[in-house]
């Protein structure tokens, strides 16, 4: 018998490197989702060595000098009002940008997964109850419900991600039940319960693991609007607040200055939220093309 669960876990590790080597080549087809994942790649690693590119200190040194002077040899991107450097509050920032595009979407897929695979699993009226919540929050346009939900915690990042995260929790909660009512349905999870298998182990061990496709098309491509919705409300004030660096706080520090005629404190931060969701939506279109069964040789 060990010898057939060793042979058994052997040919499941060969199929599982198998998938993911006919997944890549699928998705190296796709040029724009290369691009797409080259201009990612190099936002990551702006934000992970943000600190050997340029200091910390740069993004919030005040100079009053030199405040509102244009790209020069030494401030590449210029100067905001105050004097500090575009360029290291543009390298920082991505920090907080991506970490609340990735952090609100890790949350929401792990919180969203677990309800709708449960819902999914299980029906009856917990599936009734819990989709008429959704139905509910998703009524109520995101942006009004997110900034509501931070008026009423108060201006921070964590009050920011845990708004963010409440918004598109019901979205993950639909997309995943639709996926898991069809894999409950398969002989395998028929014969898990025939082997007495407790049903919180199905979900974890062979019902979510098959719907990892979906769930990771549909992380992908909520990353970018996540980032979006938190710029959004930095840009209005409720979001994260100065000095700390955010490109949505950066847009609403250009505003009383881009009238004057500096756009170059609106072009840079404007750029890296187009790029950056530019990028992601483009990765989440390949992983789509790539996951889908329908386009396998």
């Known amino acids: 018998m060990s010898k057939l669960q060793t042979e058994h876990a052997r040919r499941k590790r060969d199929q599982r490197r198998e998938h993911s080597r006919e997944t890549w080549r699928l998705f190296c087809k796709n040029k724009a989702a290369l691009f797409g994942l080259a201009i990612l790649i190099l936002f990551v690693l702006m934000a992970l060595f943000a600190d050997v590119i340029v200091p910390y200190e740069k993004a919030i040194a005040q100079d009053a000098s030199v405040r509102l002077s244009g790209p020069t040899a030494e401030h590449i991107f210029g100067t905001d009002k105050y004097g500090r450097d575009v360029f290291a509050q543009i390298v920082h920032?991505?920090?907080?940008?991506?970490?609340?595009?990735?952090?609100?979407?890790?949350?929401?897929?792990?919180?969203?997964?677990l309800i709708g695979a449960c819902c999914g699993f299980y029906g009856g009226k917990l599936d009734a109850v819990v989709m008429r919540i959704c139905d509910i929050v998703m009524c109520i346009p995101a942006l009004l419900f997110a900034l509501a939900v931070v008026a009423a915690l108060g201006a921070d990042m964590m009050n920011l991600i845990i708004a963010i995260t409440i918004i598109s929790v019901p979205s993950y909660v639909r997309?995943?039940?639709?996926?898991?009512?069809?894999?409950v349905e398969?002989?395998?999870?028929?014969?898990?319960?025939?082997?007495?298998?407790?049903?919180?182990?199905?979900?974890?061990?062979?019902?979510?693991?098959?719907?990892?496709?979906?769930?990771?098309?549909?992380?992908?491509?909520?990353?970018?609007?996540?980032?979006?919705?938190a710029a959004g409300l930095s840009f209005i004030g409720m979001g994260v607040q100065q000095p700390t660096p955010e490109w949505g706080a950066m847009l609403n520090e250009a505003r009383d200055s881009m009238l004057d005629g500096h756009l170059h404190l609106l072009l840079f931060p404007g750029a890296a939220i187009a790029l950056s969701a530019l990028s992601l939506n483009l990765v989440g279109d390949g992983l789509r093309d790539a996951l889908d069964p329908r386009l396998k040789s």
């Open 93 to 113: 920032g991505s920090r907080r940008s991506l970490s609340l595009g990735i952090g609100t979407t890790l949350l929401s897929v792990l919180i969203g997964g």
């Open 186 to 229: 398969q002989d395998y999870i028929y014969a898990a319960r025939l082997c007495g298998t407790r049903n919180g182990k199905i979900i974890l061990r062979h019902v979510l693991p098959n719907a990892m496709g979906p769930i990771i098309v549909q992380a992908s491509m909520n990353v970018a609007s996540m980032m979006l919705t």
């Open 175 to 183: 997309v995943i039940r639709s996926v898991i009512l069809s894999i």
